[in-house]
């Protein structure tokens, strides 16, 4: 009974192995269509909102917002291996004293997210989290991590990436966004169903204008990673 036991857990964790790589390896080279998150938040609203999504390339997204989003988001996200341990343990100081949960986690952490899982506090979507971050940081390059990102973060409600989100909130391609539209759209990311890019708060715009200098320090852009020698890069 207890083979048996065993066995059943052994292939199940096989197949999830087998099955989870495979999928990752897909969207390596693949558009992401339509991710969980979509689904959730279709139904949430008992089908009453149009989700708005439009797959582009990397190149058809202005350089100024994947500046922004790593700006507000993530400032070591070129440097990182998927796990910012400065920004998790600050995050954990803060949510000790605090009134204010702060989760630190990294695009990559949020594309993991994103594309493969559900919006869940818990052990067990932070543990699968964890590894579906490792696997695409294994897998990927920094640029289709980004693209990924760019291309299914929630950017309003029903609005998913970039493209949508552009046409939605500045009715322009993403391509064309300039640096102030870029950073407000970076910044409305914490909370995309309530916050507003085009009609900024006073507190909006603080950050927006935070989001835009930390734009003019970061210095040369790039997302090519030094001494990188992963394949796809």
């Given at each position: 009974?207890?083979?048996?036991?065993?066995?059943?857990?052994?292939?199940?964790?096989?197949?999830?192995?087998?099955?989870?790589?495979?999928?990752?390896?897909?969207?390596?080279?693949?558009?992401?269509?339509y991710t969980p998150l979509m689904a959730i938040r279709y139904f949430e609203s008992d089908k009453t909102i149009t989700t708005k999504h439009?797959?582009?390339?990397?190149?058809?997204?202005?350089?100024?917002?994947q500046l922004a989003v790593i700006c507000a988001e993530d400032q070591n996200f070129i440097n990182h291996h998927g796990f910012d341990y400065k920004a998790i343990q600050k995050a954990y100081e803060s949510n000790?004293?605090?009134?204010?949960?702060?989760?630190?986690?990294t695009i990559s952490q949020q594309t993991a997210k994103n594309v493969?899982?559900?919006p869940e506090r818990s052990w067990f979507r932070k543990g699968l989290e964890t590894y579906f971050t490792f696997l695409i940081e294994l897998f990927w390059s920094k640029e289709r991590i980004m693209e990924v990102y760019l291309n299914s973060i929630e950017m309003g409600n029903?609005?998913?990436?970039?493209?949508?989100?552009?046409?939605?909130?500045?009715?322009?391609?993403?391509?064309?966004?300039?640096?102030?539209?870029?950073?407000?759209?970076?910044?409305?990311?914490?909370?995309p169903r309530?916050?507003?890019?085009?009609?900024?708060?006073?507190y909006l715009e603080k950050r927006?204008?935070?989001?835009?200098?930390?734009?003019?320090?970061?210095?040369?852009?790039?997302?090519?990673?030094?001494?990188?020698?992963?394949?796809?890069?």
């Open positions: 009974m207890l083979r048996r036991i065993f066995r059943f857990f052994f292939k199940t964790l096989l197949w999830f192995f087998v099955i989870s790589i495979l999928w990752v390896l897909l969207y390596k080279w693949v558009p992401v269509a439009d797959w582009v390339p990397l190149s058809e997204i202005s350089k100024e917002l000790q004293k605090g009134k204010k949960l702060k989760g630190g986690s493969f899982l559900w029903g609005v998913y990436g970039a493209e949508a989100a552009s046409e939605y909130w500045f009715h322009k391609k993403a391509k064309h966004l300039h640096r102030t539209e870029a950073a407000a759209l970076a910044v409305i990311l914490p909370n309530k916050y507003s890019a085009s009609k900024r708060t006073p927006t204008q935070w989001v835009i200098q930390q734009m003019r320090n970061y210095g040369t852009f790039t997302l090519k990673e030094p001494n990188d020698k992963r394949a796809g890069n």
